[in-house]
């Protein structure tokens, strides 16, 4: 190799013009530093491509938990013509009982449940209850030889970690779909207030293994096989953009689903989005945080006290409200028929309201 390309294996002189007596000790430590170095690239490399070679070991092990929901209901059209209605989503077995946890808008509407498992049994699904607001819901089955997945913990995933999501996309027959991807990022919110069928989730985990319709309900798995997330949404408009319920969300409102049902929520009867710097200038609003209005129902608490769409809730008692998903947790603290005083800026002014809660969907 010419010594011009590496200038530090030049010959040392000193001030003299006579040879450095360091010249071949240098030369030696170098060698030493560049097969160091080597190694310990390719130790490097080794890692970087340890989690590839993991994958198919995770997913051979945590396949048979992943299961395939395939919904119908019978519809009445014109002139009292029947029609049938299906859907198809994925869940993932939580206990060897046969519960599943899916999402809430695989099964909402729908009338029977059929549980297909990757090994080709198929079983009959109950409903045991489900959640609008978290967009959570459970079914069982009654089944032998079940194997349940572990759920993880979703706080202790890192921006960048691989992550495995697992459904039954699109209707592609074969069994589940397997994607990998990376955690993109945490605390996501999805707030389509044009959309009052579909609920605003908060504190989502963004992934960019491919998620489809079907995906819904499947499990976001780490490197460790446990459940990180419960695969939710895409973005329509974006690739490579979806989303998952944190497992650690998803644990309590499973729990609660299994002890009674349902889950009782208190509404004002508003439909909002959250305020953020970024939404205060481009409507030139005056304030930077809280719920932005931008619907109410007209039958609803909110509106038989007089808020009016474009109204800024900013505090819920005495508590400030920082953004939409802190208002709805400030609202879950309390109980239907309670009376709460809530405090929206307009136009300039500051208005108290004192609506009463009404019991939620």
């Keep these: 190799m010419p010594q011009a390309a590496i200038p530090w294996l030049r010959k040392s002189h000193r001030a003299d013009g006579s040879s450095s007596p360091f010249r ?37 092990r945590v396949l048979p938990s992943v299961v395939s929901i395939t919904t119908r209901r019978i519809e ?23 519960h599943i946890l899916t999402n809430n808008h695989v099964v909402e509407g729908f009338e029977e449940f059929k549980v297909t498992l990757p090994d080709g049994r198929t079983f009959r699904g109950t409903l045991v209850g489900g959640d609008f607001f978290t967009d959570l819901a459970v079914l069982k089955i009654e089944g032998k030889d079940l194997r349940p997945l572990r759920l993880g913990d979703s706080s202790t995933l890192a921006i960048g970690e691989t992550v495995i999501a697992i459904g039954s996309p699109l209707w592609i027959e074969g069994g589940p779909t397997v994607t990998v991807g990376v955690l993109s990022g945490k605390r996501r919110s999805m707030e389509e207030a044009d959309e009052p069928d579909q609920p605003m989730l908060h504190d989502l ?7 489809n319709p079907g995906n819904s309900g499947g499990p976001l798995l780490n490197l460790s096989g446990e459940v990180v997330g419960i ?61 932005l209005v931008v619907r109410v129902d007209k039958d609803g608490p909110a509106a038989a006290v007089g808020m009016q769409p474009d109204d800024i809730i900013l505090a819920v008692g005495s508590d400030v409200v920082e953004d939409l998903h802190h208002f709805h ?29 009404v019991r939620d969907r």
Excluded: Y
Excluded at 32 to 48: E, N, P, R, T, Y
């Design 231 to 291: 695969n939710t949404a895409i973005m329509p408009s974006a690739h490579g953009i979806g989303f998952a319920i944190p497992i650690n969300n998803a644990k309590p409102v499973m729990q609660t689903l299994l002890a009674h049902g349902e889950i009782v929520r208190p509404s004002m009867g508003v439909t909002a989005v959250s305020v953020t710097p970024q939404l205060a200038f481009t409507n030139d609003l005056k304030v930077e945080s809280g719920a």
């Design 24 to 60: 071949g000790l240098s030369v030696a430590f170098l060698c030493l530093a560049m097969i160091a170095g080597a190694k310990s690239a390719a130790h490097a490399g080794a890692q970087s491509i340890q989690p590839q070679m993991r994958i198919p070991a995770v997913v051979a």
């Design 76 to 98: 009445k059209g014109e002139f009292n013509q029947s029609s049938l209605k299906a859907g198809v989503g994925s869940g993932v077995i939580v206990d060897r009982k046969g």
């Design 205 to 211: 985990l963004q992934t960019d293994a491919a998620i």
């Design 329 to 357: 947790e400030l609202l879950f603290r309390r109980q239907p028929g309670e009376t709460v005083q809530v405090t929206v800026w307009r136009n300039g002014e500051t208005l108290r309201l004192l609506p009463v809660l």
